[in-house]
């Protein structure tokens, strides 16, 4: 953020510290916000703590996942010390840019957010009222860094776009105050799918750990797992309606190789399956190795993890009070 003078574009994006993230946050979001944060924009990336406390997690689990998801991200090769790495409740402008932003927020728009509905479906014994206004402040998290990108996958695009139409319902209402910002999703991992059923997205909070593979995965887990991943019966590594399971591991496989799928059915053609796993499995394991002994490294220097959170807490709070300020001020509230 230092170098305004250049004017870099800006991205911001956070994360849930609601477990391990899977190879489909990493491949959807993660990678993307490492390849981002050297050197071309100037980046932001939060732990959206507060969001996770709609599902009402235990303290102590909270407070440990927390610091180790701050770890995750250092541990992806984002440098802190020249991108904005924070833990949101620790910039308190998010809080308070969420209720201006409420109140120009329409009950029927945030009812009809797809993650409302069916997170509310999957938990009936806890329908707060934090589930319902979530976008909004994840509206807020975006609009108080006039943000330009912001990396996601594809799952998160709806609650982007309504981030886009409550900045421009302000911007009409009080005057220009929050820049309109852009999703940035990337082709191929947008949506990894689950190993036991392709029709799903891969997910953390699946009930059977089989569908998804953690970023801390041992090996040989990550081996078992791919190694009994659902496909078909055809026997033909293509890419191809109907073969949603090998499309996923295609996917996978070009994530991490970088190889084109034509690249991909070439090389496995007259082979079966069994190999085609097995290249996976190498590809994956070979891309999450120097992440998990770095996340390893950093979890033994927790005093270092702080530091850098408390920086970084810093660093965002002074950008996020300049339009904090504004809005305040824009709104009509009686400024001192
Ligand atoms: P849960 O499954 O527990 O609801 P989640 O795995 O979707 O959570 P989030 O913290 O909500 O995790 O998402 C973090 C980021 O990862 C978001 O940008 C989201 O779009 C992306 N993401 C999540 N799952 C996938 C997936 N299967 N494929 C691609 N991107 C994904
Ligand atoms: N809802 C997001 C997490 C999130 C987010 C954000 C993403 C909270 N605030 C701001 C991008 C920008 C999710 O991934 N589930």
Known sequence: MENTAEKKKIVLS??????????GNYLGALKNWKDMSEGEYNCLYAVADLHSLTVRPEPADLRRRTLEMYAILLALGIDPEKNIVFIQSHVPQHAQLSWLLSCCT????????????????????????GLFTYPILMAADILLYQTDFVPIGED????????????????????????????????????????????QKMSKSDPNPKGYISMLDDDNIIVKKIKSAVTDSEAKVRYAEGKDGINN?????????????????????????????????????????PFKTEFNRLMGDKAYLTECAK???????????????KAMKKTGLFQL
């Open 14 to 23: 956070a994360i849930q510290p609601t477990g391990t993230p899977t190879l």
């Open 106 to 129: 329409q009950f029927g728009e945030a009812a009809r957010m797809t993650q409302f509905k069916d997170k509310s479906e999957k938990h009936p014994e806890n329908v707060n009222v």
């Open 156 to 199: 998160q695009k709806q609650h982007l776009e309504i981030a886009r139409d409550i900045a421009e319902r302000f911007n009409t209402v009080y005057g220009n105050t929050f820049k309109l910002p852009e999703p940035f999703i990337g082709k191929i991992g947008a949506r990894v799918k689950s190993l036991q059923d392709p029709s």
């Open 249 to 289: 591991l295609m996917g996978i496989y070009s994530c991490c190789t970088g190889k084109t799928y034509d690249e991909i059915e070439k090389e496995f053609d007259g082979k079966g399956y069994g190999d085609f796993k097995s290249a996976v499995a190498e590809a994956v394991v070979e891309e999450l190795r």
């Open 311 to 325: 920086n970084g807490a810093e660093k965002a709070s002074y950008f996020a009070q300049r339009t904090l300020s």
